[in-house]
Each structure stands twice: as structure tokens, then as C-alpha cells.
């Protein structure tokens, strides 16, 4: 069973909003009331990547004892490898140059939690016992959920969240900071989540007339409290709520929820989506869903996609860090062509979790400077002055004190704050990140002419263009041939 101090870390009583949201004020929206505990047995391996004692304790070594890296999560679907490749080219290079203050990075595991309670419980223990420095988390919110209280208990190892989004989750390090502050998540919340969507909606509706949206989301604890969002804000933004699907797990046939968005009057579907997005976009091509599709969608944005899907486009627009690379930093752009270049199978780019894992890593090094020292007690308050204008998801932390949301990946609401690479911290200055980019495949002859090119990556080969946010766009949305007045016909 699910140790009971574990659930009672969420807010059970507080499982919906009370009066309107407001984009500017964080809900606590507590939307892990319905954790499922997996009973699936199995656990992976322990694995070094750099060697190491075993023995060395947790940020209380010598200075030549390596840092550990625990890696938990879902390491059979691409969003646990992305944690597992964004490490291990990271610490390549950082070790290249010498390490953290003089001592080598190393992987721990990845254990594999097959996305169950159970065996992550299992993972969490073992590499607690593996005197772990940081453990940086792959699983998903379902299952996080029942790591909270064990996580709060093992102080001198610092979590840091790649996959779960659930705003609940932050209630506890604002509630009772001193017990969950070794906790950070570098995953927006549901707001931001939400409103990286909304936004493009918005610009999809003024340059297109979409204006009646339909929401999709996967029956999964991360999209309940966007769901409340979608219904309160959409109005407030001149969108048109045109229903919501809520779509099981291992849904095979999507024509079903087509139907009902067309039926509703629908001219946009807003995913949120992790699972089956790939499944989703190949049925609205194969279908000729005449809606336009944007959203969080999983795997439709790793590069591989465009070959699957036999050069589907246009049909889904979807988060992603990588697409339009002309207009982002030469650090990322490189680290990009990188990973494209090391890795010859699926996923050949870094979709959401790697550019998490990415600033992650990127973070605790320079926190690790700052403090001269990778004690947990010591990194924490240099984490909380994390800040990445120029990073795709941009954003960072604050800490207690500094507003409703420490240890969430946040940023300024005013825009030219945001784009600062100091912003000024505050109660009621920041919000929930709603900068991830949001990308479209587009063929060659339609794509921007400068789109950036993956070293080798063919002529003939589909573009991933940002279409959202401004300082990250590469082009515009393009609507698809079979779009009534379509000028791609």
C-alpha cells in the first residue's frame, strides 16, 4: 500500500478553486487527488557511467569523490531517456573540463519505475542507499506523488523534478518550506503550461479566425488542473470553450474525439497530451481534420517524427525546445546538433524532459561555483537565484519569501523583466513560466528558407519551426493543404 505519510503531503482538501482564476495568481489547484499505486514488479539495474565509490556520502565527501547522480523514471519511453542522455552528455563535458569544484559527475542507475508506484518507491530506496547526491526525476506525476513524503525525509539529497507539472506538489514547499525545500521542479506548473498553449491560440485566432477551441487532454493527474484553467481563461482571452475530451491512456482510435470537436463547432483543439500525441497527429492527417491542432503532444516533436510519419505536417502543432534553432543561443543550438550527432536512434533531439535535464545540470553547476561547495544545505539558496532568459523554457527560481511558488520553474510577468537576465524577485512579480515554445513540421519549400539545418540532416527533410513565442519564432503557423482556403492547397 501507499505509505500514508507519502499521500498526506498533498492537499486533499483543497482539490478545486474557489471564485475565478486569474492568470496572474497561481490556483492551488490539488490535482494529485487520484494517485494510482502500480502493483508491476521489476526494478533497473544500478549502472555507473563515470565509476566511483559507492560508499561516498552524500555532499559530505572528499573533494575527489565523484558526485552522484541518481537518475528514477519511466526509462522505457523517450521521456526517460531524454533525462538519461541530457545527463550523460552533460557530464561528459563537464568532467572533459574538469568536473564540479574539482570532482567528476556520475550517473546512478537510471532505474527504470515503469511509470508504477511501486517500483518507484523501490528506486527512490535504492538509491537512497546508494548515497546519492541529486536525484534527478523522470517520473510521472501519478507516481511522483507517492515520492513526496520520502523525498522530504531524505534532506541531504536534492530532487530535482524533470517530469511532473502538478501545482499541487508546490503547495507543499510554500506550506512547510524548511521540510520540502530540497525539492525544485524544472517542469512549468499547470498554469504555465496551460497558458503556453493558450497563448498561440490566441495568435491563431487573430491571424486565422480560429476562435471556437476544443480541449483534449489525456486522463492523467497533470491535465485535471488545466482543465480549470481552459474553462475559466479561455473566455477571458476572446476564445470560445467548445468542449473537453478527456482521453484514456491507451486509446487507439482518436476519430471519435475528432468528431465530437467538429460536432461542437470546434476551429482549434488544444492538446495536452504525453503518451499517444504521435497516434493523434498521423489520424488528424490521415483523417484531414480540418482543425487546427496545437498543443502538448509528447513525441511528435522528437526529429524522428517527420520520417515515421511519412512527412505528415501541419496537423499538430506541438512544445517543443529544439525547432527554429537560428533564433536560439549558440550554447543550446550546439548541445542540440550534439546529441543529434551521438545518438543514432529515437529520440535524436532533446524533447521536453532534455532541455529540463539540460538546465537542470546547467544550474546546479553554477549554483555549485557560487557556494563553492555541492553540500545540499548550501547549494539550495544558490538554485533559488537560478535565472535563463535566453534558455527555450525561459524562466527560473525563487525562494521563500519571494512570492507564492518557491522551487517552481517561474518568470517575470512583465515581459521586458523576463527577457532580463536579472530579474527583480518578488511577491505578485512572477508567474508560472509560459514560455515553452510552441513548433510546427513544415516541408522544406514551405519552411523559412534560413531554418536551421541538424549537421547531416537531409535537403529534403521536414523543418520543426517555432511558431511561438515572438523572440523565439522562425516563421509562421502554416495552415495544412487540406484546411478549407488553405494557401498550402
Known amino acids: 500500500m501507499q505509505n500514508e505519510d507519502d499521500r498526506s503531503t498533498l492537499d486533499r482538501n483543497d482539490t478545486s478553486p474557489s ?24 526494478l533497473g539495474g544500478i549502472l555507473s557511467a563515470c565509476g566511483g ?9 572528499s573533494s575527489t569523490e565523484p558526485i552522484k547522480f541518481g537518475i528514477l523514471g519511466a526509462m522505457g519511453d523517450p521521456s526517460g531517456l531524454n533525462v538519461l542522455r541530457a545527463a550523460e552528455l552533460s557530464f561528459g563535458a563537464i568532467n572533459a573540463s574538469g568536473g564540479i569544484l574539482g570532482r567528476k559527475c556520475e550517473i546512478v542507475g537510471p532505474i527504470d519505475d515503469h511509470m508504477e508506484t511501486a517500483q518507484a518507491i523501490q528506486g527512490f530506496e535504492t538509491l537512497v542507499a546508494k548515497n ?17 513524503g520520502r523525498i522530504s525525509r531524505a534532506q541531504d539529497i536534492l530532487y530535482l523534478s524533470m517530469f511532473a507539472s502538478t501545482q ?5 514547499v510554500n506550506k512547510d518550506y524548511d521540510k520540502f525545500k530540497n525539492y525544485f521542479m524544472y517542469t512549468p506548473t499547470d498554469q504555465g503550461l496551460y497558458f503556453c498553449v493558450q497563448d498561440p491560440a490566441v495568435q491563431l485566432m487573430n491571424d486565422y479566425g480560429y476562435k471556437k477551441v476544443h ?12 482543465e480549470v484553467f481552459f474553462k475559466e481563461e479561455a473566455p477571458k482571452a476572446g476564445l470560445v470553450p467548445a468542449g473537453v475530451s478527456v482521453v484514456p491512456v491507451d486509446v487507439e482510435d482518436l476519430t471519435p474525439y475528432f468528431r465530437a470537436a467538429e460536432q461542437a463547432g470546434a476551429q482549434q483543439i488544444m492538446t495536452f497530451i504525453s503518451v499517444f500525441g504521435e497516434r493523434l497527429a498521423n489520424q488528424a492527417w490521415e483523417n484531414k481534420v480540418p482543425m487546427a491542432i496545437s498543443g502538448h503532444n509528447g513525441i511528435l516533436n522528437d526529429y524522428g517524427y517527420w520520417e515515421r510519419s511519412k512527412g505528415a505536417w501541419g496537423t ?18 550546439d548541445y542540440v546538433s550534439e546529441w543529434f550527432s551521438t545518438y543514432p536512434d529515437d529520440p535524436r533531439t532533446p524533447m521536453w ?46 525562494g521563500p519569501g519571494q512570492g507564492d ?40 519549400d514551405i519552411a523559412p528558407a534560413d531554418s536551421f539545418m541538424l549537421p547531416g540532416e537531409p535537403a529534403d527533410y521536414g523543418r520543426l519551426v517555432t511558431v511561438y513565442p515572438k523572440h523565439l519564432a522562425g516563421g509562421k503557423y502554416q495552415p495544412p493543404p487540406f484546411f478549407p482556403g488553405s494557401p498550402n492547397a
Open 316 to 333: 499538430m502543432a506541438t512544445t517543443s525546445t529544439w525547432g527554429s534553432l537560428q533564433k536560439h543561443t549558440a550554447e543550446w543550438r
Open 19 to 42: 471564485g475565478s482564476l486569474n492568470r496572474r495568481d497561481f490556483l492551488k489547484v490539488a490535482g494529485a487527488a487520484g494517485v494510482v499505486l502500480g502493483m508491476g514488479s521489476g
Open 132 to 148: 546519492v547526491d541529486v536525484i534527478l526525476g523522470a517520473s510521472i506525476d501519478d507516481v511522483e506523488a507517492a515520492l513526496l
Open 353 to 398: 524532459l532534455g532541455e529540463c535535464t539540460w538546465r537542470g545540470i546547467k544550474s546546479y553547476k553554477e549554483a555549485a561555483e557560487r557556494a563553492n561547495s555541492v553540500a545540499t544545505e548550501a547549494l539550495i539558496p544558490e538554485l533559488e537565484k537560478t535565472y535563463y532568459a535566453d534558455a527555450p523554457t525561459r524562466g527560473g527560481f525563487y
Open 53 to 61: 565509490d559507492d560508499s561516498s556520502s552524500s555532499g559530505g565527501g
Open 168 to 172: 499541487a506538489f508546490m503547495e507543499n
Open 215 to 226: 480541449m483534449l487532454r489525456e486522463d492523467m493527474v497533470w491535465t485535471e488542473g488545466i
Open 405 to 444: 511558488w518557491p522551487h517552481a520553474w517561474c518568470s517575470p510577468i512583465d515581459a521586458t523583466a523576463a527577457a532580463s537576465p536579472d530579474p527583480e524577485r518578488g511577491e505578485g512579480l512572477w508567474e508560472s513560466s509560459p514560455y515553452s515554445p510552441m513548433t510546427q513540421w513544415q516541408p522544406p
